[in-house]
């Protein structure tokens, strides 16, 4: 499995747009990238996933580089509410294995 | 309606007791699992279930015992419960597809006090 790595921390002000980026230099063919989001006292909730170029949902969007070793996860107008610490995972989706390894991601945090 | 419920949401139990964490899923899914998660540190993962009566061992699998009676229910048993099993403890769950891989789905968590 492909190793992740993220920014300790960032900060951004309400309104801003926050970009946290994610470095997986040995991702192979098979693996997906995903991205989840815990907040204090919940467990952690689903944001997006992609395998290569630019996927956006509802809530983010998700910039996958063409040699596919760099996704930057978009959060536009963050609030309070994005506070949270943000985990990237890549996973193998090929052979029905699957599993989510969970590092220690990017906490975010977000001021008035 | 949260799909992914866990109970006791909050537990105190006393060394060499046994503690069942019982978790319940409204989604259909396939797939169920059991993580832990310790002060500064990420997930990871205990047991996994690929559905009714399976039960496959994770990363930490020491320890615990997890059972799988039905689709929508998945317990972690602890048969002897140690201090060092105090933390917090998430049930996901999930469905696997072809080239998306397994979206997963998770409860609120039930905190393990052992003492």
């Known amino acids: 499995l492909a190793k992740t790595t993220q920014p300790p921390s960032m900060e951004a002000y309400e309104g801003q747009e926050v970009n946290v980026s994610c470095s997986h230099t040995n991702i192979a063919t098979s693996e997906y990238i995903y991205w989840y989001r815990q907040v204090p006292h919940q467990g952690p909730q689903f944001i997006i996933q992609g395998y290569k170029d630019y996927v956006v949902n509802e809530v983010a969007s998700l910039f996958i580089s063409a040699d596919r070793k760099l996704s930057t996860l978009s959060l536009p107008w963050v609030s309070l509410r994005d506070a949270a610490v943000y985990y990237c995972i890549v996973t193998d989706t090929s052979s029905g294995s699957w599993q989510l390894i969970f590092g220690s991601g990017t906490q975010l945090t977000v001021m008035p | 309606e949260a799909a992914v419920t866990q109970s006791p949401r909050n537990k105190v139990a006393v060394t060499g007791g046994k503690v069942t964490l019982s978790c319940n899923q409204t989604n259909n899914h396939n797939n169920m699992y059991w993580y832990r998660q310790d002060t500064g540190h990420g997930l990871r993962l205990i047991h996994y279930?690929?559905?009714?009566?399976s039960t496959e061992k994770g990363d930490i699998p020491d320890g615990y015992k997890a059972s799988r009676p039905s689709q929508e229910n998945f317990s972690l048993i602890l048969e002897l419960a140690t201090p060092s099993q105090t933390s917090v403890y998430f049930c996901?769950?999930?469905?696997w597809g072809w080239g998306v891989g397994d979206t997963q789905y998770f409860g609120p968590g039930t905190r393990l006090l052992v003492l």
């Open positions: 996901a769950s999930g469905d």
């Open positions: 279930s690929y559905g009714a009566g």
